[in-house]
């Protein structure tokens, strides 16, 4: 790997074709990486609207952690940090991908290196080897970088004393907060915080307001609706507008309600603590796909005849994600063969007679329950919930598996042999799994082609020219099918 304008590379780039990128201010290429100018010691987005540097002043990073971790701060003007990471990476064995997604769900803040080494089944000096030489910066860096992006958004956007703050975003001491603050953005966490656009009431006596920055085209609004139309009593609320649920995060809970608008996600967020905060931001952004590469996955879709007019007709639609693994085997276990209104039925029955209640803290009526674990599902009564004994036993299996760690169920999780054990479990097939691959998984290729109404909808494509974004061609295609028939 040669050099491109200093020590860091970018895999597969051309300096000069990346100046003319930076020239020509293309926000297309937005994300796909940044670039330091050493006159300054700022780094940018290749659309900031500042005076475009000489060509020997440049150094180019794939990611705005790597760019720190060369000295560079980033750009009070066209904030970098904002814009998802979307950088372009040579990576064969999937690890590289596999251990940013891991890393962006705060994986390394529980866990550390070692423990996310572990989970990739790699060595700690392989890891980091293969991070340096794909993204320029290691593990920590990047954990580092999505804390202090997360800090920064609740310094800006809420009134969140800074202590709180801290420990919202994942960072185990105020020191280390104001080490990391400075060294990402020049400046410490009180001459970063501005008063709020939306005041917010006491942390400790309401909810904080949040605006989450979407990569356009952004059709929110529509995935809001799929999440609304599966809405299950108890934990999830929809008004046509907006989206409310309950989370469960390792230190309590929280209560999200989303709102699409303006090119952004509206979050109305209520944690049990400061602490959670952070995982529940982290569970949204998941949950709505918000890093989704939008653009390439349009283009990409858009060269088949039969989906250009899908991707034109409904542009920015985003795979609805989940909040946890477990939560969507079951809800695909539960809904095998039968409809989203009866499915619905019979998850509102298992989550009010297993699923803890958070009553008496909640300003949110209906909304007072989390989704019950698989502890909870054991403990409960199978038999009493409305399911056949072979979906009860399929049920019971899952959760017997989730529990002694058997199943692969988060976003960097091996794709493969994830769908290897979920086809383990006695009553799960390939529908089941590829539906836990789209929605669980994140695989942005999963196809669940025994679907009736997406079998239908596919006839006559060839499923293989949609390949990597088949995943994607499925929402098109159930969407069209679902608005047709309203």
Known sequence: ?????????????????????????????????????????????????????????????????AAVAAGFRACRRCRPDRVPARPHILDETGLVERSLSLIGQGVVDEVGVAGLAERLAVSERHLHRLLIMSVGTGALGLAQARRAQAARTLLEQTV?????????????SLRQFNDVMRAEYGASPSELRRQPVTPDRPADGGSLALRLTVTTPWDGHRLLAFLGSRAVEGVEAYDGQRYTRTLAVPTGWAVVELEAKDDALHVQLRASEPAAIGPAMVAVRRLCDLGADI?????????????????????????????????????????????VAAARTVLGRIVERAGPAIEGVLPHGPVARIFPSPNDVLAGDLGALGLTTRRAATLRAAAEAALSKELLLEPGDDLQEARKRLMALPGVGPWTAEYVAL?????????????????????????????????????HLWTRHSEERA
């Open 295 to 339: 653009e390439a996955i349009e283009s990409g879709l858009s060269r088949m005849p039969a989906l250009r007019a899908l991707v034109r007709t409904r542009p920015g639609l985003r795979v609805p994600g989940a909040v946890g693994g477990w939560e969507i085997l079951v809800r695909a276990i539960v809904g095998q063969q039968v409809s």
């Open 439 to 475: 929605r669980a998984l994140a695989d942005p290729d999963a196809w669940p082609g025994t679907d009736l109404v997406l079998a239908r909808a596919a006839s006559g494509i060839d499923v293989d020219q949609l390949r990597p974004w088949r995943a994607y061609a499925a929402l």
């Open 160 to 172: 969140l004393p800074v202590t709180d703050v801290a420990f919202a975003a994942g960072f185990g």
């Open 1 to 65: 790997m040669q050099p491109i304008g200093g020590p860091i590379a970018i895999q597969g780039q051309d300096a000069e074709a990346l100046y003319r990128v930076v020239a020509s201010r293309d926000r297309r290429f937005d994300g796909r990486f940044v670039l330091g100018v050493t006159s300054t010691g700022i780094y940018c987005r290749p659309s900031c609207p500042a005076r475009t540097p000489k060509p020997e002043n440049v150094r180019y990073f794939a990611v705005p952690a």
